[in-house]
């Protein structure tokens, strides 16, 4: 992923912020000297749990801590620390997966829940793929929030990136079947749609996404090449069911995780890599255009549990 | 992943095999399982502790009622404390005395402030109010545009252009309120981070210079273990009001309501429940209570009904519904309704077993379901054939495809979901006893 420039000083700012608010309780909790006992598990849970891992989660790794102090492999609190960083390495290493657009054009399926960030990524991403000499075009499904197409459109200009829109109200599926066959025609790098915000929960609007895909597929076998859902760092545990629920509903290709400039460390998408195995590929870390980056998961692990 | 609290703590006190009073030892177990359960339904860690203390010391030393066992006795509980924590219902944002009233809503990006300030707009115009409409967020992309048709939609005039800073917009809004004599004043900020200083700053001084009457949070119900952070900071540096939940329409516990009241103390004033204008409804604390439990929502699922139908019909559904009478008949009348109710499987999320009713919400989206069709061929039925559906064979449905202009699949697809629901009806008569038995606020009508 190339194109996506490694992210710098923005990203580090970013997780820095959320790095601070874990950190200080976290070494209270793992001093070298302090006594490995009960109320120790518990606090380290709740740590856990206020990274937004859940509690199952968090009860599974303090249960793995108690076994490896069982064994004797982990006699000082301190230990824990990298015990810990092992532990979600495990988990998102694997889940770290650069965006497949290996394709012509490559077709990008921007969908999830209402707010988290769609129109945003999809602009962002347009203008990485053309800071890398790509010729990109965008589609404004979302025709049913108030001003979704305006929105679309404005960051268009503003990275001059054409937009392929109906009017508010048509069919997603008849904009995305015209965006299709103009990026297929034109033989160009890559397709990002933009869909509306939809709760999980409304079935009719499952099926309508299930659908947008379908007519993906129809028009051009192979594609959409990534659905991705976007999920915004400050979600707790719904962040789970939205993505089990579009993943089997749409079919995920993997996630993007965005607001990770705020204070919440997004500690959901471990359970979704863990538990739905789902790829994690692009994190937002701002509402400017060079805010995206791939996901790391070094830096995410650093962010939730500093080396020391 | 369902698996109620009561379930829960029956499990536990079954093994406990204890009866008559809570004690200290006898509860443990169970605080344990309310604590789970309120992690998982995110309540901030922080409050969970000193939510289980206060449990604990309200249990304990308690005889357990005749009618309940210590389970229920031990929900009845957490459920009365967490609905005296969550504060009282019906917060009404009182009038200013010199019009206009001003309200401002702030909150994270994409948190929903835009559509709740139109949704504000349309319930005090629907109060016979009139409400004017600010459009202070200059920052994403086309906000204004956004508030801009919605306002167009309701009526509501809109303050605002492109190229006005937004005190400005907030100024000349409160201008045109007084010369016109609008009220309330809405004004929409645009949405930013809860540490992003430059941007609160700007916050302030637009509560300072407008002085607004009420100003709202406004909280994603979906928001994780953060929501302690965010409602702290933006209570901190800009000072706030009351709390209004938002995205409520979907099958998020809502743990972040408890969270925002403990730190900030304040009321929530409303929950949104949907994309549409008039998905504002007042918070009732008793539900959420009951939604942060996984106990579902059946209050407001029976008043929803309430509201499209009757009482008397909405009876006759919840009889129905126990007795697996339900024929064709009632199947179409309950078609028309859930149409006016919203979708059914939103109506379904509502319930605390909603998620167990498999099969259903797919096929039976009001939407999906051609009702104009549906009608023309239950019409076409004998009306032996209403009651009695399983009489219906390949030459009746013949017969009734002809007589209703329609195709013998279609009528197919009609009784095919018509024997779903009456399954998941089915589904629904075993899971009911299930619920706790004595009577917990939140959900009476259920049962007879
Ligand atoms: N701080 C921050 N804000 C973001 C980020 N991504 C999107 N936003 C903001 O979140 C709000 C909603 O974004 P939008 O793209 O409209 O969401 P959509 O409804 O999913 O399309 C906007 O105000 C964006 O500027 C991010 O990574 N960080
Ligand atoms: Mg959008």
Redesign the interface.
């Known amino acids: 992923m190339k194109f996506l420039a490694a992210l710098g000083e923005q990203l580090s700012t970013g997780l820095r912020r959320s790095r601070e608010y874990l950190a200080a309780e976290l070494a209270a909790v793992l001093r070298p000297e302090r006594p490995i006992d009960e109320s120790l598990y518990t606090e380290l849970e709740e740590i856990l749990v206020a990274a937004d891992l859940g509690a199952p989660l968090a009860a599974d790794f303090t249960n793995r801590a108690r076994e490896e102090v069982m064994f004797g492999t982990v006699t000082r609190a301190d230990q824990l620390r990298p015990l810990f960083r092992r532990f979600l390495g495990d988990i998102l290493v694997p889940a770290a997966q650069p965006l497949d657009l290996d394709h012509r054009p490559a077709v990008v399926l921007m969908l999830g829940v209402n707010g988290s960030g769609k129109t945003t990524t999809c602009a962002k991403l347009a203008a990485a793929l053309t800071r890398s000499e790509k010729q990109v075009l965008l589609a404004a499904a979302d025709t049913f929030r108030a001003a979704a197409i305006e929105q679309l459109e404005a960051w268009g200009d503003r990275i001059g990136v054409e937009v392929v829109r109906q009017e508010p109200g048509s069919d997603p599926a008849a904009v995305v079947f015209d965006a299709v066959k103009a990026a297929t025609a034109r033989n160009l790098d890559a397709l990002i749609i933009d869909t509306a915000g939809r709760l999980h929960t409304k079935s009719n609007l499952m099926m309508e996404l299930a659908k947008l895909k379908r007519v993906i597929e129809r028009q051009l076998p192979g594609a959409p090449h990534e659905s991705l859902m976007v999920l915004d760092a400050p979600t707790g545990q719904n962040g789970f069911a939205q993505a089990r629920m579009f993943n089997e509903a749409i079919g995920l290709s993997g996630v993007v995780l965005t607001k990770l400039d705020g204070t919440a460390k997004g500690g959901i998408v471990v359970r979704i890599a863990r538990e739905l195995r789902l790829p994690i590929k692009l994190v937002g870390v701002g509402e400017k255009v060079e805010d995206l980056g791939p996901f790391d998961p070094q830096r995410f692990i650093d962010a939730l549990v500093p080396a020391a | 992943?369902f698996d109620s609290l009561s379930t829960r703590l029956q499990a536990v006190f079954d093994r406990l095999g204890s009866r008559g009073r809570l004690t200290e030892d006898n509860i443990q177990e169970a605080l344990r399982e309310v604590r789970?359960a309120l992690?998982?339904?995110?309540v901030?860690?922080k409050v969970v502790?000193g939510f289980v203390e206060r449990v604990k010391a309200r249990a304990v030393g308690q005889d357990v009622l005749g009618s309940l066992t210590p389970a229920q006795q031990v929900v009845k509980v957490v459920h009365d404390e967490l609905v005296e924590l969550l504060g009282g219902s019906g917060h009404r944002l009182s009038p200013a005395q010199h019009p206009p009233t001003i309200l401002m809503l702030i909150g994270?990006?994409?948190?929903?402030k835009t559509t709740t300030s139109a949704k504000l707009a349309r319930l005090y115009a629907k109060q016979g109010q009139h409400p004017v409409l600010a459009a202070a967020d200059i920052?994403?992309?086309?906000?204004m545009?956004?508030?801009?048709?919605?306002g167009a939609?309701l009526g509501v005039p809109v303050v605002g252009a492109p190229g006005q800073r937004p005190l400005e917009i907030c100024r000349a809004a409160r201008e045109e309120a007084a010369a016109r004599g609008l009220t309330p004043l809405i004004l929409d900020t645009a949405g930013r981070?809860?540490?992003d200083e430059a941007m609160l700053d700007e916050l302030r001084t637009i509560r300072s210079e407008i002085r607004p009457h009420h100003v709202l949070l406004v909280v994603?119900a979906?928001?994780?273990?953060?929501?302690v952070?965010?409602a702290d900071r933006f209570n901190q540096a800009v000072g706030i009001d009351a709390v209004i939940l938002t995205?409520m329409?979907?099958?998020?516990?809502g743990?972040?309501a408890l969270s925002v009241r403990q730190v900030t103390g304040r009321p929530i004033a409303f929950v949104g429940m949907g994309?549409k204008t008039e998905a504002l409804e007042p918070f009732h604390p008793d539900r959420v209570a009951s939604r942060i439990l996984g106990m579902g929502d059946v209050l407001s699922l029976v008043e929803k009904a309430q509201e499209a139908v009757d009482q008397k019909t909405a009876e006759e559904l919840v009889r129905k519904l126990r007795e697996d009478a339900f024929t064709l008949e009632d199947f179409r009348d309950q078609l028309k309704q859930v149409r006016q109710m919203g979708?059914l499987?939103?109506v379904l999320?509502m319930l605390p077993f909603g998620k167990l009713l498999k099969g259903a919400?797919?096929e039976l989206?009001a939407?999906?379901a051609d009702l104009a069709r549906f009608d023309a061929i239950i019409g076409s039925m004998t009306p032996q054939e209403r009651r009695h559906p399983e009489i219906i064979n390949g030459s009746r449905r013949q017969r009734i495809a002809r007589g209703s202009g329609t195709s013998v699949q279609d009528v197919n697809r009609l009784l095919k979901q018509y024997a779903q629901l009456r399954k998941m009806m089915k589904q629904f008569k075993g899971l009911e006893g299930k619920l706790p038995r004595a009577g917990l606020p939140g959900f009476p009508t259920l049962r007879g």
Do not use: C
Request: proline share 5%; glycine share 10%.
């Open positions: 992943m789970l992690l998982e339904a995110d901030n860690f502790r994270l990006q994409g948190s929903g920052y994403r992309p086309a906000a545009d956004q508030l801009r048709t919605l939609q981070l809860h540490i994603d979906m928001t994780g273990q953060d929501a952070n965010v995205k329409d979907g099958d998020s516990r743990g972040a994309e979708p499987d939103q999320g919400p797919r989206s939407e999906q």
